[in-house]
């Protein structure tokens, strides 16, 4: 069974930094792209970053570019969101998310992804 594990989230200030983890089990995630999405209270969930089953292509979503650093150790089936200079429009719930796709293309749609985390929440003070 695929679960997905999201820590790291938690209160900071604007300006500040948090580090978003992912564990992942149940699967060999190496060979599946993953990402990230995030959801604000009276919002849709919208695409954050996402990264290849190989780890070399990402993509971001405008609104975190130069700011977000999306990471992955598949040794450890784990994926990783660096998150610098956040900002009070940051502030949702994140979850990580796996494509059924064995090595698939990455997206940012989350109609792609078959398998989600439970949310971690991070908020964002000014």
């Known amino acids: 069974q695929v679960q997905l594990v999201e820590s790291g989230g938690g209160l900071v200030q604007a300006g500040g930094s948090l580090r978003l983890s992912c564990a992942a089990s149940?699967?060999?995630?190496?060979?599946?792209?993953m990402g990230w999405f995030r959801q604000a209270p009276g919002k849709q969930r919208e695409f954050v970053a996402g990264m290849s089953w190989s780890g070399d292509s990402t993509g971001y979503a405008d609104s975190v570019k130069g700011r977000f650093t999306i990471s992955r150790d598949n040794a450890k089936n784990t994926l990783f969101l660096q998150m610098n200079s956040l900002k009070p429009e940051d502030t949702a719930v994140y979850y990580c998310a796996v494509r059924g796709t064995l090595y698939g293309s990455l997206t940012g749609n989350s109609n792609d992804y078959n398998n989600w985390g439970q949310g971690t929440q991070v908020t964002v003070s000014s």
């Open positions: 149940g699967r060999t995630f190496s060979r599946y792209p």
